[in-house]
């Protein structure tokens, strides 16, 4: 028992510590804010980072259309949860989720053609239609006049999740689940192809990798996470599905989640998104503190330029995202100092 | 070694140094406006982003009113008024977020939410019921909430979308000599592509069946800085009318592109939300003769706008940066909704007393709004909005308009209060009301039978 509790390496020992804190302790808090304004958001954007990151950061299929696959998982569960009762509800979440991963694959089509700049147009379609789908057939939104519908309640297991931490858990679980299902997928023989695909696709597909059903693969399973992002952001954060909030500056933001946090890293994805979330309230409330007597519309573009400076800043200092940075943080603190080439 | 002296090291210092500001003030800035004895109004404004004209408008407006009743009159029956803003950019997100912030602020809690936003106001439906704080959707909203039986805590004050789109169909008939005149009519209704826009497609279609004419709605997404294709098409179907349900940006460009397709100006009606000088005069000649509806004509000559003029910004304490917006559409309609805050406060007083209240408290005052014309003529607002009258089951009041038109230079005012058929909407919202409970497992309040003329 010692011995297995010695190969445990500090780094582990430190997941399990802030597991135990993120599932025992923090719901334990009773502070709504926390939950609904920074936690909620923060997992539900995290995991379309990872959704993104598979497909830009493993597979090299850069995309700005994961708001719309979001949509897709978002409307789909409300759907099922609508017109079959029946259904589980973790059931209806995963069959939304299958949905966005063959919506995914449609829309993925293309990338056996294009590259670059012209899948980015193509995925920018995809943007464009499902919204256009969404709002143009109200049968969708349940006929409702103004097309946005008040998420259903959330029962699991016969117990309601609806309370600010009850919601929280459910979704902490889900990610934590599809997070560590995405580390293992992105070290298995799919990643390792998709890899190859992203550094080089021509010598890929000479070594015996099939690049059409490794580029499909990584659609489907983005858009499946990115269905599944979506239901979390809309039925546990919101708490309304519509289709206009998944519009393209949501798409922009997950990207930009990904390059900020890191490119082809798990933990960056949520390293992004915390600072995505965080940053901007942190300045909206030092404005508030320190220029209260100011129009706070001037404080707000203030604000705006800043967030883009620091993200320009520590884009330069740091090209491979808040990851690498804090690797290096973490390297210091139990190597030491670290030897300097210079 | 760290050397704080490197580039480097001097990024890694300024980064920590910034971040232990942020933390501090983000902690110490929770503690602001709660002072005792005061009376808490948060405020989900947005002053920039594409609405930033509405934004500043209202809320400067509303803030200006509170300023007049805090240097007039020291408060609400002694009780002093305060406000913080949160911006939200007429986001729903940035709204939750902003809602969740304040809702702990203030002692013994805010008096009520007003955040000038459809997609935020559905957001918060949920919300603001479980914490007990009233939702003020002033003209806009979600329409069955009307049905304060099962939407306690929700109020579309003066005007919800439904009466709103009856009163544009009755204006239309009396302008053509009556209702039966509009059979066999082209009408066109253009909206925009928002929860707000798309409030009021069915009613559209129910009023067209009823009346016996044709309706084509047509979404313009959302900004709407782009309406070719729109007006095309209505240059195609010809339409007697053009009903403008727009919002910030859509509605000059609109009359500018009504305009280039040679559709005549004054045969567009704009709503509740495309009535204001700032969505005029960007248009320049195009929106010479254009009509839209208003219950709350902008000016100055009003009592209570001169009594801002003088003791707000005479003082220096004026919310907006441009004089000239002062009575404007916008500015006027954030005064009135001063005004219905700060009586429902009032109100509330006569029940619990003159102390700071609580959102469940201001909730009764809400519920009890009562405005005739003569306690509006002593508020120095004859003329400026309608007589209101909410009640448990009725918490829109009103539902009445005038009709306006733009010159080139200023508004003139039409038409006296042209009425909504609320009498033919009532069971449409009872039944959608209904259903919104039987779907979330609400149990309606009792209350009285509303009863409409």
């Not at chain 2, 579309?156 to 789109?165: G, K, M, R």
């Not at chain 2, 033919?424 to 609400?442: C, M, Q, T, V």
Request: hydrophobic share 50%; net charge neutral; proline share 4%.
């Amino acid at each position: 028992m010692t011995a297995a509790l010695r190969t445990i390496a500090p780094r582990q020992w430190a997941l399990i510590a802030l597991l135990v804190v993120a599932f025992a302790v923090v719901p334990r808090l009773g502070f709504d804010y926390l939950f609904d304004a920074i936690l909620l958001p923060v997992l539900a954007l995290g995991l379309a980072g990872i959704g993104l990151n598979l497909l830009t950061g493993y597979a090299g299929q850069i995309s700005v259309g994961s708001a719309a696959f979001m949509a897709v998982g978002a409307f789909g569960a409300y759907n099922f949860m609508l017109r079959a009762p029946g259904v589980p509800v973790l059931v209806s979440f995963i069959l939304a989720g299958l949905i966005a991963a063959a919506v995914g694959i449609v829309f993925g089509l293309p990338s056996l053609r294009l590259k670059g700049f012209y899948l980015l147009v193509s995925t920018l379609a995809a943007q464009f239609f499902v919204q256009w789908v969404l709002t143009n057939f109200h049968w969708f939104a349940n006929d409702d006049p103004s097309g946005v519908v008040t998420a259903p309640q959330i029962v699991i297991a016969g117990i309601d999740v609806g309370t600010s931490a009850g919601r929280y858990v459910m979704c902490l679980a889900i990610v934590l689940l599809l997070a560590w299902a995405a580390h293992r997928l992105a070290r298995s023989q799919v990643g390792r192809n998709w890899i190859a695909i992203r550094d080089n696709e021509t010598a890929a597909a000479v070594i015996g990798d099939s690049v059409f059903r490794s580029k499909l693969l990584a659609f489907a399973i983005s858009s499946f996470y990115c269905g599944i992002a979506g239901i979390l952001w809309a039925f546990a954060y919101l708490r309304t599905v519509e289709s206009d909030g998944f519009s393209l500056d949501l798409s922009f933001r997950i990207l930009f989640i990904v390059i900020i946090g890191g490119l082809a890293s798990i933990r960056g994805a949520f390293l992004g998104a915390v600072l995505l979330v965080t940053l901007p309230l942190l300045l909206t409330r030092f404005g508030a503190a320190v220029f209260s007597s100011t129009n706070s519309g001037v404080i707000e573009l203030a604000e705006m330029i800043l967030v883009g400076l620091l993200i320009i800043v520590l884009l330069i200092a740091e090209p491979d995202g808040l990851v690498s940075l804090i690797d290096r943080g973490w390297k210091r603190i139990i190597v030491g100092r670290l030897p300097r080439i210079s | 070694m760290f050397n704080p002296f490197s580039t480097r090291g001097s990024v890694i210092a300024a980064a920590v140094l910034a971040s232990a500001m942020l933390t501090a003030s983000a902690f110490g800035s929770s503690a602001t406006a709660a002072d005792h004895g005061e009376e808490y109004f948060p405020l989900q404004s947005y002053r920039v982003g594409p609405y930033a004209a509405g934004g500043t408008g209202f809320f400067g407006g509303f803030i200006d009113y509170m300023n007049l009743v805090n240097i007039r009159d020291g408060g609400v029956d002694g009780v002093k008024l305060t406000w913080s803003e949160c911006e939200t950019e007429y986001e729903v997100e940035r709204g939750v977020e902003c809602y969740e912030r304040m809702k702990t602020q203030g002692k013994p809690g805010p008096a009520a939410m007003n955040p000038l936003s459809v997609g935020i106001a559905y957001a918060l439906l949920d919300r603001a019921t479980t914490d007990k704080i009233p939702l003020i959707t002033i003209n806009h909203g979600r329409t069955d909430t009307t049905d304060g039986a099962v939407f306690p805590y929700i109020f579309p004050l003066l005007l919800n979308p439904w009466s709103e789109a009856s009163a544009m169909v009755n204006y239309a008939a009396g302008r053509d000599g009556g209702l039966d005149k509009l059979k066999g009519k082209n009408i066109v209704v253009l909206y925009h592509g928002s929860p707000y826009g798309k409030e009021t497609i069915p009613i559209f279609a129910m009023l067209a069946q009823k009346y016996g004419f044709n309706v084509t709605e047509i979404e313009v997404p959302h900004p709407g800085n782009e309406q070719e294709s729109q007006w095309l098409q209505i240059q195609r179907i010809a339409p007697e009318y053009v009903f403008l349900r727009g919002w910030g940006v859509m509605n000059p460009v609109a009359l500018k592109t009504a305009q280039k397709v040679g559709f005549p100006a004054d045969h567009i009606i704009g709503n509740i939300w495309s009535n204001s000088e700032e969505d005029v005069k960007p248009a320049g000649a195009a929106a010479v003769g254009y009509i839209a509806l208003t219950d709350h004509p902008s000016g100055t000559d009003f009592p209570v706008m001169q009594e801002i003029i003088k003791r707000v910004y005479g003082t220096g304490q004026g919310n907006l940066d441009d004089k000239s917006r002062i009575g404007s559409g916008y500015h006027t309609l954030g005064v009135i909704n001063g005004i219905l805050n700060v009586e429902a406060l009032r109100i509330a007083h006569t029940h619990f007393g003159d102390k700071a209240l609580d959102g469940e408290q201001v909730q009764w005052g809400f519920d009890h709004l009562d405005l005739d014309d003569k306690r509006i003529a002593q508020l120095g607002a004859t003329g400026l909005l309608p007589p209101i009258h909410v009640t448990c089951a009725d918490h829109e009041g009103a539902g009445a308009v005038k009709f306006q038109q733009w010159d080139g230079t200023k508004w003139v005012v039409k038409t006296g209060w042209v009425y909504a058929d609320r009498k033919l909407l009532r069971p449409l919202i009872e039944a959608s009301a209904n259903k919104y409970a039987a779907d979330h497992h609400i149990t309606p309040r009792a209350c009285d039978k509303v009863a409409l003329k």
